[in-house]
């Protein structure tokens, strides 16, 4: 249940006392590169690095609450994640009148996550949480611990080859209907985009080809393990970014699929490769060009370049 | 902690299944039960997958504790939440998953269409109708699927570090649980899951003229009341504590008397009466 409140009775800061300077998160063992949409290469292995700076004035802040000398608020970062449902804090820092000066203070705080506990899209926020607010006797001042007086918060979603789609190692032969000596399939249907993305694609990997299976088998793969994935993710990404490029109705209303759904993750893909290309061209160009789009496509999702 | 990968089916593959499943015999789906389908794939990475044989115990050793509930036939005197308990403790102690992994729909109904559908089916099994279809499929993060419930209750609720981890999950009741674990904004914080389970149960101890079920509902919505302004994950635990406190101190005395006391905490933020606890 959530509760809307128009106007919250009680005194909180005015805009101007708080404000995010800086925000970065990013994979462990990757370069900050500022607040991302997506962190492509997060895996449930794979740690999650916050941090935000912010600006904050502590005396304007106790003013405009109605604070006096005795109350404590606190500066803390939260996070959420949609598809475990947890949540929780990273770092914090206390302020009262007497550990505050008149001045702007420039404030950084940092969270580490472990991967383990996150999917689907992770939800980050910078909070101003009351902590006590003494005996102050003003009554539109905040009592409660925890009130929140003011929040920044951004999202960022969790992508990972395993969260887009999952891997099914079979024996192509037993399953009758894929030639046995295929090493991998895309199996998905270009018709039901309006399905969810998680359970409507699966890469179906023939266990009779023992360099396919231990390539896509391992954490992190190098040398030619690493090849071999690379090609079958792009020959995924041409199969579904070509299957929905072929839909009528995918191309004339791309905007029409709920978060979650195939057709919502498609679009953000090929946008993400096609930026400021429209559906309806890229379509022409698949069915005009095929051979050429191919090779654009792997032009755009630098087939065989990682590291130059 | 090794990682274990278990058997994932599709989700479109477990609609069918449930549909086909859930108005079927305990003694069919006996029969129909498996320890693997042609459509299972698992993980690409992350731990190491599930072996068969570990699929079979797992099988084996829920199925005997369903037996000291009745299996296959129907339960006996108070089996519910018995048998609830017994399996999540024993699911979160034995299948070693993470929570990123737990949250995927597609392992739990593995184990309910594939692996354990009798189980299922005796669980909730409703005279002559159907069992529903969330009871195999699970709602978000698994939180209804018959087994996935019973894991995410281990996961809140341990207390880690103590003689008796799992004491909360067999402490509360089936109605008691729902009350907190349906409501993410309550059970994904597992700080604040713990603290209202421990003061309501030092409550309800105290306070046996009070119906316990009422207390842990009343308590709850207070405080879900107070997420649309209090950041639960901003507190600390013991200012947390206090804050969960103060709800069951009124809690107790609307029961008790009728209103609600005003305690320093509660003399609060609102003065509009629309959102008077």
Redesign the interface.
């Known amino acids: 249940?959530?509760?809307?409140?128009p106007a919250?009775?009680?005194l909180r800061p005015e805009s101007d006392a708080i404000r995010v300077v800086e925000a970065n998160i990013h994979c462990r063992g990757a370069a900050p590169k500022g607040w991302l949409d997506s962190l492509d290469t997060w895996?449930?292995?794979t740690a999650v690095d916050i941090s935000i700076k912010t600006e904050i004035n502590p005396r304007q802040v106790f003013w405009d609450c109605g604070f006096d000398s005795h109350a404590v608020v606190?500066m803390?970062i939260?996070?959420?994640s949609s598809?475990?449902?947890?949540?929780?804090?990273g770092e914090?820092r206390d302020f009262n009148l007497s550990n505050s000066s008149d001045e702007i203070e420039t404030l950084s705080l940092s969270c580490v996550l472990e991967?383990?506990?996150?999917?689907?899209t992770l939800t980050v926020g910078v909070?101003l949480?009351l902590?006590d607010a003494g005996p102050s006797q003003f009554?539109?001042t905040?009592?409660?611990?925890?009130?929140?007086l003011w929040?920044d918060t951004r999202a960022t979603r969790l992508e990972g080859?395993?969260t887009r789609f999952?891997?099914?190692?079979?024996d192509f032969a037993?399953?009758g209907w894929l030639p046995e000596g295929a090493s991998w399939h895309v199996s998905w249907n270009t018709d039901d985009l309006h399905?969810?993305a998680?359970?409507?694609v699966?890469l179906?990997i023939n266990e009779s080809n023992l360099r396919i299976v231990e390539a896509?088998?391992?954490?992190q793969p190098v040398d030619e393990a690493r090849l071999i994935t690379e090609v079958i993710e792009f020959d995924v990404a041409r199969s579904l970014i070509e299957g929905a490029l072929s839909n009528e109705d995918f191309v004339n209303s791309p905007n029409q699929y709920e978060e979650g759904t195939l057709g919502e993750t498609l679009r953000r893909l090929i946008n993400s490769l096609f930026t400021g290309d429209s559906m309806r061209a890229l379509a022409i160009r698949l069915r005009e060009y095929p051979s050429l789009f191919d090779s654009e496509l792997q032009a755009r999702q630098l087939l065989f370049r990682e590291g130059q | 902690m090794e990682i274990i990968l278990y058997p994932r089916i599709p989700v479109g593959y477990a609609n069918e299944r449930a549909n086909e499943l859930r108005s079927m015999t305990i003694q069919d789906l006996r029969t129909k039960a498996a320890i693997s389908d042609a459509r299972v794939y698992y993980a690409p990475t992350g731990g190491g997958r599930a072996s068969e044989n570990h699929l079979k115990n797992i099988a084996d050793s829920i199925r005997e504790l369903a037996a000291e509930g009745g299996y296959p036939s129907a339960f006996q005197r108070r089996p519910y939440s018995e048998f609830d308990s017994k399996v999540a403790e024993f699911l979160h102690r034995t299948l070693q998953i993470t929570p990123s992994e737990a949250a995927r729909l597609e392992i739990w109904s593995f184990f309910t269409c594939i692996l354990l559908p009798d189980v299922v089916r005796w669980r909730f099994h409703a005279r002559s109708r159907p069992t529903s279809l969330e009871r195999y499929l699970g709602g978000i993060r698994g939180v209804r699927n018959t087994f996935g419930r019973l894991w995410w209750r281990g996961e809140i609720l341990q207390i880690q570090d103590t003689p008796r981890p799992y004491q909360l999950v067999h402490q509360l009741t089936e109605d008691q649980l729902v009350q907190l674990m349906e409501r993410p904004g309550l059970s994904g914080n597992r700080t604040l899951a713990t603290a209202i389970s421990q003061a309501f149960l030092s409550a309800a101890d105290s306070h046996p003229e009070v119906t316990r079920d009422d207390l842990m509902r009343d308590t709850t919505k207070r405080i879900r009341r107070l997420l649309a302004f209090v950041s639960f994950d901003g507190l600390e635990a013991h200012e947390l504590h206090s804050v969960v406190s103060d709800a069951i101190e009124q809690t107790l005395q609307m029961l008790q008397y009728g209103h609600p006391a005003q305690t320093p905490s509660s003399a609060n933020n609102l003065v509009d009466p629309q959102l008077s606890l």
């Open positions: 249940m959530s509760l809307v409140v919250l009775p009680f895996d449930p292995s606190r803390v939260v996070w959420s598809d475990t449902s947890l949540r929780g804090r914090s991967g383990s506990q996150l999917a689907g909070q949480v902590v009554s539109l905040p009592k409660l611990p925890g009130t929140l929040s080859a395993e999952p891997v099914e190692i079979t037993k399953l399905s969810m998680l359970g409507s699966i179906q896509v088998t391992q954490a």
